[in-house]
């Protein structure tokens, strides 16, 4: 196709979801309330971690990590999915379209790593206590956390590069968010070689990731059953059931829309599927390792102690 004979367009408009006007105000105050309770939820377990000496180990150093990396992810679509439900559509330039994309799709895959480092983490404790300690030093902590968002943020440039560069002659983007697939439909060329290089991209680094965690919890496993009595094994296996929650939500979710089966982005499903790791997984994981979490539970009662122990000091 000549690309001399189109324009290239400067901006896109974000078409977000069509419903009605009284449906359009309840989702957009139901969807402000939630994107408020994900930032207060997250930036709680953040500041808890920070201030409670009892969390100081590296399960909730990584959970931290997770819960600084949910309000960046958060920010980063929601916004947009806001101001289409009030608007009806979203304008965007194309610049700002382009990094919102690298943005997230870098956050969605060092969320992958670090989901295997948190494996790693629940492994060596369970399988290895002896040397636990030893292992997960604080500084092989922050190294682990450092390569998860390294690698994550270099692996989005394939992706990312591939869609900047193609030649786009329609504006209208059929999602709430500058995402691969809906940008691809308004390029002036034939994007099935993009489409195949970002499958193999993105279904590979969460392939091999989701391999290594199931390995690791596969040794869990081994370990677990090894155990002598019943209540060890539960608090086993407790530690983990969290973090197994989160993997499956998120897991599931971008395997769907990203490696699926193409029927799911034909008919436009994939903005209904994807709204489950860019805004209700955001919102779950403080919930799911605060109500699922004994020493979390045990920090927040410790709160109004320390508040009356600051206020009794003369």
């Known amino acids: 196709m000549d690309l001399v004979n189109h324009t290239w367009v ?23 309330c939630v994107y408020l309770l994900t930032l207060a939820g997250n930036l709680f377990i953040i500041i ?6 009892g969390l100081s180990t590296p399960m909730y150093f990584f959970i931290s990590v997770l819960s600084f990396l949910e309000l960046w992810y958060v920010s980063t679509t929601v916004p947009t999915l806001l101001h289409t439900l009030l608007h009806g559509s979203s304008p965007i330039s194309s610049a700002a379209c382009f990094t919102q994309l690298y943005v997230f799709h870098s956050l969605g895959m060092t969320e992958c790593f670090l989901l295997c480092v948190m494996a790693l983490d629940r492994y060596l404790a369970i399988c290895r206590p002896l040397h636990y300690h030893a292992l997960m030093s604080r500084q092989v902590q922050q190294w682990l956390a450092m390569a998860a968002w390294l690698v994550g943020f270099s692996s989005a440039l394939v992706p990312a590069g591939l869609i900047a560069t ?22 002036c060329v034939d994007t099935d070689w993009h489409a195949h290089v970002y499958i193999v991209v993105i279904g590979l680094i969460n392939t091999c990731n989701l391999v290594i965690i199931l390995g690791f919890y596969g040794g869990i496993l081994k370990a677990v059953l090894k155990l002598p ?8 296996f407790s530690t983990c059931s969290s973090h197994i929650t989160v993997v499956i939500l998120f897991f599931g979710s971008a395997f769907i829309v990203y490696v699926g089966p193409p029927v799911v982005r034909a008919e436009g499903r994939d903005k209904l599927l994807s709204l489950v790791y860019t805004f ?11 109500l699922r979490n004994r020493e979390v539970k045990e920090a927040v009662k410790r709160i109004p102690q320390g508040i009356r122990g600051m206020l009794q000091k003369p």
């Open 10 to 32: 400067q901006s896109f408009i974000l078409a977000g979801f069509t419903t009605s006007e009284t449906l359009q105000s309840f989702a957009f105050v139901g969807t402000m």
């Open 48 to 53: 808890l971690v920070k201030t409670d000496s």
């Open 166 to 187: 193609l030649p786009y002659c329609l504006k209208q983007v059929a999602h709430y968010f500058c995402d691969l697939a809906p940008l691809m439909r308004l390029a």
């Open 229 to 236: 009595t019943a209540a060890s094994r539960a608090k086993a």
């Open 280 to 290: 209700l997984t955001p919102f779950l994981n403080p919930i799911i390792y605060t």
